[in-house]
């Protein structure tokens, strides 16, 4: 098989950028290892920044999202007995967010390249980039016992934190940055109305916890739990009466609890590799950052290296340019760390840290106590949470 970009990884960021290109004309091919109904079972993602849900829009994927998400102009954070707003919209000169899940827009993303008759190849087993130096760059996969060879001028790595392409960079070329947090967040998934009509962020001296949701009848709630937790050791009940108390009792008087349809721990850490280009490889989402999720950051830092991307692209083959595909690593990462550091700053700002200092503690109560006196400080939060300029 021959095409022009060839795309390891069929989630989010592997997606939105088949359609992209394909609406340009740029012929290419998506390799996922697993099912769609596999990669659509997953709950990730809920808060899309506004320049997300404009690349959505341009991808002709944006309908359901502009009838089905929810427009959020602040949220609540919980702490010291107090509930403070962050306005969003009045701190970040008019912008917000739209809460909408991953997994529908990842639907809406399948359903796009389905209907464009889109070249996305499932259940594509020992994916492997192969002569990333050469300007004739390939991929095999395994279909069956058939290996089958797909000839490129471009490989995307867009396969996430535990995909090949990462791997495929030589170790002396690259460079890896990690944190790994002291905890992990226990969420749950329950088809029951949402406690708060806005998010809420809840510091509590027994951990941290967010009331989040995916629309009306569904809601999404986490809880810091120690890293040796076992997701099967909690009970629905058991969940319901910790989030309880980690809410004002006003609110947790009205929590409307329900049985879990997903329950999952996962572990927080910040990640990044460098660089996110090796020869005619290149590396998007989480292949090459992760971010502990308290800044809803994830997704929506995969967003701006897309955009980067499939412009770049665009310049190269519409216009002969190259200077997008030679400048993307360093422009990628330099919004990648501003997203590392603002999800690291709200991590350590709301979270209980096992064998943190009183010193520490005093910190983290100064940091909010500056923050809700200081209109500066609420106008950065909110540039950053509804996402920085591409
Ligand atoms: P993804 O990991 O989503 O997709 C990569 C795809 O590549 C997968 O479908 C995988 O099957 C495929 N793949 C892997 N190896 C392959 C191979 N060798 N060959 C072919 N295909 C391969 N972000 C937030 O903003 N808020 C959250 O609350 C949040 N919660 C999260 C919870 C969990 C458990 C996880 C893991 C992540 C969470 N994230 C959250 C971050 C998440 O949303 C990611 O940022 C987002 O999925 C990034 O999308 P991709 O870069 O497409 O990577
Ligand atoms: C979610 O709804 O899953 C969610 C929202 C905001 C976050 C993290 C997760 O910061």
Redesign the pocket.
Known sequence: MKTKVCI???????LLLSQLLHLKGIDNIL????SREY?LS?I????LEHGFAALMREAQCGERMDKEGEIHHGFIISHDGKQDRVDLHMYSGGNSVIVYG?TELTRDLYDARSRMNGAVIHN?ED?QPHDLMSDKPYVT?RAGDEIVRIDCEYIIG???????SRKSIPKTVLREYEKVYPFGWL?VLSRTKPVSSELIYAKHERGFALCSLRSQVLSRYYIQVPLTDKVEEWTDAAFWDELKRRLSNEVASRLITGPSIEK?I?PLRSFVAEPMRYGNLFL????AH?VP?TG???????ASDIYYLYHAMVDHYLKGDDSGLENYSAKALARVWKAQRFSWWMTMMLHTFPDSLDYDKQLQRIDLAYLFSSEAAQRSLAENYVGLPF
Do not use: C
């Not at 390891?8 to 592997?14: C, D, H, N, W």
């Not at 990730?44 to 808060?47: E, F, I, T």
């Not at 867009?158 to 090949?164: R, S, T």
């Open positions: 390891i990884g069929g989630g989010p960021s592997g390799l996922e290892k697993h990669v997953r990730r993602a809920g808060v991953q594509a994916v996969y867009a396969d996430g934190f535990h995909g090949v969420g999952s996962a998007a989402g989480d292949a992760i999720p809803a950051r994830g997704l929506n830092s995969a």
